[in-house]
């Protein structure tokens, strides 16, 4: 394996720059995953304690 010959910064930079732009769109997406999940254990929450209200 070689190593990357950058042959100036703007190179490095842009590198940089989408690793981070990669960075930031793995974090959005798993906080939404996340959000997602807890949204849907708190309406399965809310729809239990509903059907037990009216049930009894």
């Known amino acids: ?28 997406c798993s906080l939404l995953v996340v959000g997602l999940v807890v949204l849907a254990v708190i309406g399965a929450g809310a729809f239990l304690f509903v059907v037990e209200a009216l049930s009894g």
Do not use: F, K, Q
């Not at 042959?7 to 960075?23: E, H, K, L, N, P």
């Open 1 to 28: 394996m070689t190593e990357p010959d950058w042959d100036d910064d703007s190179d490095y930079r842009r590198a940089v720059r989408r690793a981070w732009g990669t960075v930031a769109l793995a974090s959005c």
